[in-house]
T-cell receptor
Framework: QKEVEQNSGPLSVPEGAIASLNCTYS??????FFWYRQYSGKSPELIMS????GDKEDGRFTAQLNKASQYVSLLIRDSQPSDSATYLC??????????FGKGTMLLVSP | GAVVSQHPSRVICKSGTSVKIECRSL??????MFWYRQFPKQSLMLMAT?????????EQGVEKDKFLINHASLTLSTLTVTSAHPEDSSFYIC?????????????FGPGTRLLVL
């Protein structure tokens, strides 16, 4: 059974700090990984996708993938109060469906 | 690009009535769309996968006769909640798959909040 594990949090960081969100997965054949941000009462919004080992940077966001250790992480630099949301990790294993983690709540305090 | 819309955004109905929710991909064609449900403070739950021109694939425990899905075109999928009851009150979210965005990439609509009285 494919599983994606995330710490539910909340992860609390002060404004300007680096927020580090982690995710582990069980399916070794997983090919694609995604980070979504979901504000309270809203639908998920795609932030990053990553397909190969290593780092992928997009503005203040960096996704890191380590397939050997089966984890994927998201770093948010210079965290802002507007980054406060639930972050969902998801993986795709070659089919069209995604397996989502339960999400980590991030709280950035001013 | 990759915009998905949903209509209506919010609906209140009486118990026993049917409610139709539309999901549209506005600037791309989506051969596959997905329907999720999310209860307050809980994670996303995939209800069904909808492929254009074929029958939807429902997840275990989701009643296909209660949640009717139609994907008649490459830009439109509909979810009809038949004979809705208060326990069907939830946040219904669709997504559309865009392979050009990378394998497995899904873009979500804004969601429809359903309240059954």
């Amino acid at each position: 059974q494919k599983e994606v594990e995330q710490n539910s949090g909340p992860l609390s960081v002060p404004e300007g700090a680096i927020a580090s969100l982690n995710c582990t997965y069980s399916d070794r054949v997983s090919q694609s990984f995604f980070w979504y941000r979901q504000y309270s009462g809203k639908s998920p919004e795609l932030i990053m996708s990553i397909y190969s080992n290593g780092d992928k940077e997009d503005g203040r966001f960096t996704a890191q993938l380590n397939k050997a250790s089966q984890y994927v992480s998201l770093l948010i630099r210079d965290s802002q109060p507007s980054d406060s949301a639930t972050y969902l990790c998801a993986m795709n294993s070659g089919y069209s469906t995604l397996t989502f983690g339960k999400g980590t709540m991030l709280l950035v305090s001013p | 690009g990759a915009v998905v819309s949903q209509h209506p955004s919010r609906v209140i109905c009486k118990s026993g009535t049917s409610v139709k929710i539309e999901c549209r991909s506005l600037d791309f064609q989506a051969t596959t769309m997905f329907w999720y449900r999310q209860f307050p403070k809980q994670s996303l739950m995939l209800m069904a996968t909808s492929n254009e021109g074929s029958k939807a694939t429902y997840e275990q425990g989701v009643e296909k006769d209660k949640f009717l899905i139609n994907h008649a075109s490459l830009t439109l999928s509909t979810l009809t909640v038949t004979s809705a009851h208060p326990e069907d009150s939830s946040f219904y979210i669709c997504s559309a798959s865009l392979q050009a965005g990378g394998p497995g990439t899904q873009y979500f609509g804004p969601g429809t909040r359903l309240l059954v009285l």
